[in-house]
């Protein structure tokens, strides 16, 4: 079955400075792969997504890159501000009638004032 | 906007005891998934059902069981709580194959003593 692993595990940057969130899947036949933001105590919620049609999307200040050669996907959060604090989830799926979705084990982001 | 409703915030339990978790959503959807998140470990899958009367297990079913009697309805049983599965369990949504975005409930925080 598809595993997901995420690095960093922590991340701190200062606020204004750029982030980078690392995932890789083991599963080539994975076609999807969005990421979530949870606050805390909050639900996760869908931030960015990509399909492997792709190798690049963006969205304001969030993008995220794909590499389906090597298996790694990353999202890239510039100009951070202190409302990016939260836990990071990426996750990876084959699109059809059935996916099953599965995460990797989360990045908390700090960012310093 | 989507609905996904878990029937309890917090539940307390005794080893041993059958644990019924809720989960409702008011979209239609016909994905819903079930997910334990701890610490360092991220969302792992229990079950997810593409269809009613079907389910498909994740990557930890065991000591979990599902009921998928009605669209809207999604159960998550523990047939003999043990003090292992104290966790925050996340429900979810999606309507496929339109789109892939989870919709999460806002989790219900499980102690088994």
């Known amino acids: 079955g598809e595993n997901v692993e995420q690095h960093p595990s922590t991340l701190s940057v200062q606020e204004g400075d750029s982030a980078v969130i690392k995932c890789t899947y083991s599963?080539?036949?994975?076609?999807?792969f969005p990421w979530y933001k949870q606050e805390l105590g909050k639900r996760p919620q869908l931030i960015i997504d990509i399909r492997s049609n792709v190798g690049e999307k963006k969205d304001q200040r969030i993008a995220v890159t794909l590499n389906k050669t090597a298996k790694h996907f990353s999202l890239h959060i510039t100009e951070t501000q202190p409302e990016d604090s939260a836990v990071y989830f990426c996750a990876a799926s084959t699109y059809s009638s059935a996916s099953k979705i599965i995460f990797g084990s989360g990045t908390r982001l700090s960012i310093r004032p | 906007d989507v609905k996904v409703t878990q029937s309890s915030r917090y539940l307390v339990k005794r080893t041993g005891e059958k644990v019924f978790l809720e989960c409702v959503q008011d979209?239609?959807?016909?994905?819903m998934f079930w997910y334990r998140q701890d610490p360092g470990l991220g969302l792992r899958l229990i079950y997810f059902s593409y269809d009613v009367k079907m389910k498909e297990k994740g990557d930890i079913p065991e000591g979990y069981s599902v009921s998928r009697e009605k669209k809207e309805r999604f159960s998550l049983i523990l047939e003999s709580a043990s003090t292992n599965q104290t966790s925050m369990y996340l429900c979810?949504?999606?309507?496929?194959?339109?789109?892939?975005?989870?919709?999460f409930g806002s989790g219900t925080q499980l102690s088994v003593l």
């Open positions: 599963d080539s036949a994975s076609n999807y």
């Open positions: 979810a949504s999606s309507l496929v194959p339109k789109n892939e975005k989870l919709f």
């Open positions: 979209m239609d959807h016909e994905n």
